[in-house]
Every structure is written in C-alpha cells, then in structure tokens.
C-alpha cells in the first residue's frame, strides 16, 4: 500500500471515528438533558476530509446521515433516506472548492463561508425535496430542515473558517502526494 493510500485510509477512519463520537455525544445529551434539539458539528469532518483528500469527503457526509440515524430513537426508512442522501448534498461545496481552487479558498477566508454555505443549502434542499416524495409539503419542510439545522450551519461555518487559517489542518494533501511533498 503506497504512502498516499495508508495516509487517505487513516484519515477516512479518524474523522469517521470523530463523527460517530460526535454523534455519540450528541445522542447522550438529547436523551439526558430533554433538550428536544439534536446540535452536531460531525459534517465539518466532512468539510475537513473534503478539502484534504476530495470527494472521499461526500462519502464521509453520506456515512455521517447514517450514523445520525443511528442513534436516533425511532427511526426508520425514511429517516434513513432524508439524512443519507440528503447529506450527498455537500458535493455543491466539492464543486465549489474546486471550481475557485483549493488554494484561493485557503488564502481567502471570506470564501470559507460560501462554500460551507453551499453544502448545507443543498443538503436542505435534498432533505426537503425527500420530505415532499413522502408526503409533506416541500416549502415547510425544507423551512424544518432549515430550521433544525440552523445552529449546526452557523458551528460548521464558524469553526471551518477558523480552521482554514491553521497550517496543519486544512491541508490538500492530493497536491502534496502528487507533488511528493510528504
């Protein structure tokens, strides 16, 4: 197994290990604090993984969707399809990335909001649009998923900004590996 692989290997496992504790604490406090509000911070792993190693950070998104479900009491099918696939949504900000380079996003931190922005849009949009197949409205529920997530997007935002201006975190290391930097 090459340099590169080990190192996509062990960082897919750590933040896929980061998101089922995260979502692991989450489920904790909803049960014992009643607080009737589920708060996650686990996609900015996926933002994480995303700008380090592509699109193996939609994938994470999608496992992170399942995972929630996971620990959800209650759920079923359909909850499974509206945070699975919702969650794909976050390729709008792989394009994102790539379209104004992973470089100018870096050295730009105003851009930082956008693309995390973009995702989360997307991702209410596909919930809600899953919302409507199963029978609810398609306005009110992209407002629910909108509204839930709410707290999440502005964390993500927030902390993803941050991060953008530490050196060891946010690195892309397609273009070390390629350029073999490492």
């Known amino acids: 197994m090459s340099d590169k692989n080990r190192a996509l290997l062990f960082d897919s496992i750590f933040f ?32 994480i993984l995303m700008y380090r190693w592509g699109i193996v950070g939609v994938l994470l998104s ?4 399942i995972i929630s479900v996971l620990f959800m009491n209650h759920a079923d099918l359909g909850t499974l399809l509206i945070y699975g696939l919702g969650n794909a949504g976050i390729i709008s900000s792989y394009f994102f990335m790539m379209k104004i380079t992973k470089q100018k ?31 609810e409205d398609l306005l009110s529920a992209c407002f ?13 935002t ?17 273009t070390l590996y390629q350029n073999q930097e490492v």
């Open 16 to 47: 896929l290990g980061l998101v089922i504790f995260s979502e692991w604490i989450g489920a904790k406090a909803l049960k014992d604090f009643y607080s009737g509000y589920y708060f996650s911070i686990s996609l900015l792993a996926s933002f």
């Open 62 to 65: 999608v496992a992170t969707g």
């Open 105 to 135: 996003l870096k050295s730009e931190t105003g851009l930082t909001i956008p693309y995390v922005l973009v995702g989360y849009l997307s991702i209410v949009i596909i919930r809600g649009v899953i919302m409507a197949f199963m029978g």
């Open 144 to 156: 629910l998923v909108l509204s839930n997530e709410m707290l999440n997007i502005i964390a993500v």
């Open 158 to 174: 927030l902390f993803t900004t941050l991060l953008m201006k530490q050196k060891s975190i946010m690195i892309d290391l397609i």
